[in-house]
């Protein structure tokens, strides 16, 4: 979206990633793990990863201190399980029923899968149940697992046509299992495969989370699936609410900030107006004694005079209204500028399609010069990204390059959506990008910040040492060019929080505050930093208000401003504030992410009460465990 220049989501979740990839925080660059990094399942899960908010915590922990009761079943290699009941009947048995039997025949069945006769393996675990006493749920419940166990075995060879219908058997016969021991890890990890496999995401997720709630270390089969799980949830959501939100006026802030990432701009200066005038209006040298000042009057009272005239001074109440005008009663001369403006300006007010067809109008005029062109294929190059419409974003691209090869926002906003990719090898065309923009466009303090940041985001995603050095090179180059760009500060001051540099970078964060108070970035990575380096929550709380209070749409404090609040016991405060969330996103992509978020928060909260658990014991029982190594997190 175009606000993705200076949102960061992306590069604050690889940092996250870097996090959790590395374990104990070792050396170098791993330092965030160390301040225990919050992050979304501490799966670094796309644009939604860098939402500290919802409340999960996950462990690999060798301390069993604060681990639930287990009362499930242990699974068996062969995919079938052993009851850790009693062989031994001490009860009277009803008619007809018998223990003993049903435990024989269920050790058939084992023989039959071991022997991949899952037809037969059936027939006894079906058996085996009839045997069974009615009182005997966890015996009843591995028998009907182990049904599951079989139907899911015999979906590799099954035809097509036949896999949906083993898939519905096996989420019914978990089902069963679950009924009668809710406990039960291995049927709820199976039925929460099964349930993916079915398309049912949400189901999934619910699953999922019932095994990070019991016991984490069950849920790490899921590790690599659940990051595009929640991706697909938030995508789905987004798609079907983001059409409803309707216009979001941004911050003076954001709207400066977003037309600073770009080198070239529309002369809209007074002077430059006049001189577009003049060459229209030019008149006779007869009948220009008595109408100079007239034409001045009228001059001066043309809408996108006086549309250009607020947008300079930053007073962007009433702009849209006059580039309104200007585009239906105005001047012709001024009618592609106030497209291009206006356009613009939509981008930014969550008016997506109306933002598309004005700048369509300017790409329609004929003989505008090619910087113009170009401007509004990028500009709408940034209204599909932020629709997550990468094919129609990258076509967008292409069409500004055939219209002006050498312009150098070209290369900064198609690197800046490459940034937010997780392939390493479309990190690494974001590199050429920059280092192309830099070549023609020396002077722009947000091309050589920029390359810091997708260098060191290269290096995280890659491992690789050199762009990891690379990173610190062009991050000091473009402090020392450029100390007071403030996003670009902000930026720098991620990769030393990163390289485990708490001071410099919070040295740096406060720099960035003073000159820029109003940047709600400033004060929400400042408010990380408390969180995570200092532990300071009055601090961190105090940093996200003054982000949100300066950017409703900074929806990565009002996620963390929701964890915290649930730290403290205010579930229904943490609601309001997804919520909050949801309505204050800017694009499809940012609802994304706080969808995501919000779901999180949701089904974490939907199995705690279905297990008689309070979130806030759970997250501060675990917050306090000890003897645990690896993963540490806090949604």
Known sequence: SPTWPFKMSKYLATLSSSATAS????????????????????LGVSAAAVSIGAVYLWRRRTSKRHKLPDRSVEPQEDGTVESKSSTIETEPQLPGKSLDKALETKRRGNEYFKQKNFDEAIKCYEEAIEWCPVDKHDDLAIFHHNIAASYENMIST????????????????????????????????????????????????????RLLILDETQAQQFAQTTPQLLKDIGQQQAKINYPT???LEPPTQLIKAYFGTFVWKDDISKKRLKSLWDTTHAKSSTDQSDSVINDDDVFNDEPFVKAASKFRDSQYSGVLNLLTEAINTGDEVYKPHACLLRGTLYCLWRRDQDALLDLQLVIDYKNLPSEMYADAYIKCAAV??????????YEQFE???????????????????????DDPSVIMKAIDDFEIALKLAPSSPHTLYCLGAVYHRGGL???SVHLLEGARSKFEEAYNQFPSCVEGIILYSLYLQD?????????LLQKAVKLEPDNANSHFSLSLLYLLAHRDIDKAIKSLEAAIAMDSSCIQAYETLASLEMQKGNKNKAHSLY??????????????????????????????????????????????GQGHSGMEVVL
Request: charge should be positive; proline fraction near 2%.
């Open 579 to 624: 919520d909050l969330a949801v309505k204050n996103s800017r694009s499809i992509m940012e609802l994304q992410q706080a969808y995501v978020a919000y779901e999180v928060f949701i089904t974490q909260n939907q199995v705690c009460e279905e297990y008689g658990i309070d979130p806030l014991e759970l997250m501060t029982s675990r917050l306090s």
């Open 158 to 209: 099954a035809k097509e046509d036949e896999k949906t219908q083993l898939w519905k058997k096996v989420i019914q016969r978990c089902t069963q299992a679950i009924t009668l021991n809710k406990r039960y890890l291995k049927a709820i990890g199976r039925r929460a495969r099964a349930y993916n496999a079915m398309n049912m995401k949400r189901d999934s997720l619910l699953d999922i989370t």
């Open 461 to 463: 995603l890659s491992q």
């Open 384 to 393: 599909y990204a932020g629709l997550c419409d990468l094919p129609k974003c």
């Open 499 to 507: 390289a485990q540099e708490v001071g410099k970078s919070e040295e």
């Open 245 to 247: 939100l309707g216009p």
């Open 23 to 42: 374990g104990t925080g070792g050396e170098g660059h791993s330092g965030f793990s160390k301040w225990q990094i919050l992050a979304l399942l501490g």
């Open 399 to 421: 069409k500004a390059s055939e219209s002006k090869r050498d312009h150098p926002d070209i290369y900064i906003q198609r690197g800046r959506v490459c940034l937010e990719s």
